[in-house]
């Protein structure tokens, strides 16, 4: 049967790259006695890195979830840990796992204070409500110090952070922590902690005052508490709990514990320290989905929220799509509102079609265990499902509910693919739908013009880890190689000219001539074709094989071979025969006539603009300016963002930003992000036509 819905807790990990993570979740793992030796990250031995493109990289590409029933007295706890990566690239795998989960614990680098992917996710925790606290790890690195740990964070963060725990010994003496709370020390001389209530004399005068400041803080959350509290009677440990509990899930406390996941003990051995401590205080105080408001939900075109409810009506959100070796593909879901059972039918919302989930199971890394039940605010997996993909919402009816979810981050970053051999061309097509259908931060363009089939996404890495996918999972190789910048022509006069098509082999020949009257349009207006042929010099069926004969040739390219764009052609005369002359014979006149017009109308090589959204921090913004410029950018403007961020607007070459991603990413250490779309076509610099021979 499944878990109880008030001992359901959803816990994501998230933070900065090299934060420890992976190693804090395997840590977790470890003392709730699921694993029983401690894999590592650096050795592709973590449970929650099991794709072997996480193992050549050793870190994190995708969201992990893996279930810890933990016992704490009469009450055992399902805690549905979710491991996210750090890296830019894969920050929507990260964005998903704050919103499946009810807690996010951000993993703080003891030694490297806050740094830029915690501060970004930071504001994307806040942004949608979620209950958050503070795990700083690493105490026992070299230059590892709670206190400037503690400061980084509320200095980046803001208002709300209450220490819980205090370490004991920091650097290589680090050996334990005392819970503020209780105000008892946990000692992990020997491995695991062992609790007393005598404080090492070296700090119980700095336990004794943090002590006394979280007492404080927390009163003055309840009015019961703060009145016994000026009474001189202080609230005990589990009323402590229970108001922090609260702050947690209004969003207005942030508690904050410190450990090492991976400690080095003198006998070489890893041991985590303060570890045990997180489970049990997310337990106690962490929120059950119960404690929660309920689902937006869209129901005919309008936002409702859904309570939470067990037994109420089934609602899955599909938050994940995975390929397993052995099961094929498992589709990773959070029921949202009532209770599903193995062989249930629901249907999904996009499709209106009906799917079985007769494989429920949850996953530890890549071992798979079968479940029968999973109640509202649980998270399991089932296999074998058809046309279902990352984001679909399933209900075991046909009311049309659909649990919206906001756009992925933007693809910003694009390779030409190619494929390696025939039989990879065949086999190209199939393996990328799959691949979109589970990663929404993908985009596939298919561009007539270059005839190149671009794949877009997050970043270099991204795309790579994508084509190794593809490669491991469907046996395509393909080949990348740089996008190529769609240029266009346009004429510079107007001119008129003959178009005369003549071709005589014997019997019945072909004959057609067309004077047409060339003309530039403005930016943007295209091709445009009129006909002022007066007195049948050209009949009037075959006066629109001109125009598409022209079309032709503004396909094939103007002086510089690159298509032709906006210019009117206006037939003005012309001659047949009542014989010879045929669609296909003032076809090819109507395109002569533009091929004599070039010379004489002269043409303008035009590039593509792309209008950029630059944000960052402020003090990086004069150095994102200069960039823009450097690259051939129209500085537009500047808007105010979030948190002393700053939106520099600019128009900038297409040409100058094909790498964008990878250098703004670079030159501002990780702290900007920009969004680009195509603005319009303007003339390229005479001095860079020389780059054209590139193209």
Known sequence: MGHRADRIRNVALVGHAGNGKTTLAEALLYRAGVITRLGRVEDGTATTDAEPEEHSRTQSVRLSVVPIDHRLGQETFRINLIDTPGYADFREEALTGLRIADLAVFVVDATAGVQTGDVLLWRAAAAMNRPRMVFVNKMDRTRASYERAVAHVREHFGEGFELVEIPIGE?????GVADLITEHAFLYDSGRAVETDELPPEIADREHDAHETLVEDVVETQDSLLERYLEGIEPTPEELEAA?????????????????????RDDGTIEPIGVDRLLEFVCHVGPAPTDLPGTEVVIADDLFEMPFDPDGPLLLQVFATRSDDYVGQITMFKVLSGTLHADDVVVNVRTGEKERMHGLLVTRGSEHVSVSTVVAGDI????????????????????????????????????????????????????????????????????????????????????????????????????????????????????????????????????GVANVRFEPLPPGEGYAFESEVVGGAIPKSLVPAVGAGIADAMARGGSHGFPLVDLKATVTDGKYHSVDSDEM????????????????????????????????????????MGDLQQRRGQLEGTELGNGGEVIVLASVPTSEILRYAIDLRSFT???????ARHDRYQPLPQHLLGRLAEV
């Open 380 to 511: 399991a997996g089932v296999t074998k499902l058809g046309d279902v993909r990352t984001g679909d919402t399933l209900e075991d009816g046909n009311r049309g509910w659909v649990v919206p979810l906001p756009d992925p981050i933007p693809a910003v970053h694009g390779v030409a693919l190619v494929a390696a051999s025939p039989q990879d061309e065949d086999k190209m097509g199939g393996a990328l739908h799959k691949l979109l259908a589970e990663d929404r931060s993908l985009r596939l363009e298919r561009n007539d013009e270059t005839h190149q089939t671009i794949l877009w996404g997050a970043g270099d890495t991204h795309l790579q880890v994508v084509l190794d996918r593809m490669t491991r999972r469907y046996g395509v190789t393909l080949q990348t190689e740089p996008i190529t910048v769609a240029y266009r022509e346009t004429i510079t006069r107007p001119v008129e000219v003959e178009g005369r098509h003549k071709k005589q082999s014997g019997g019945r020949g072909q004959f």
């Open 244 to 264: 922090l509990h609260e702050g947690v899930d209004a969003g207005t406390v942030f508690p904050v514990m410190c450990g090492s996941a991976a400690a080095s």
């Open 171 to 175: 650097e290589a003496a680090f050996h």
């Open 669 to 675: 250490h990780g702290r900007g992000r920009f969004v």
């Open 585 to 624: 014979s003032f076809r090819m006149a109507g395109a002569i006539a533009l091929r004599e017009a070039l010379p004489q109308a002269g043409t303008v090589v035009l590039e593509p603009i792309s209008h950029l959204e630059v944000t960052v921090p402020g003090e990086l913004q004069g150095e994102v």
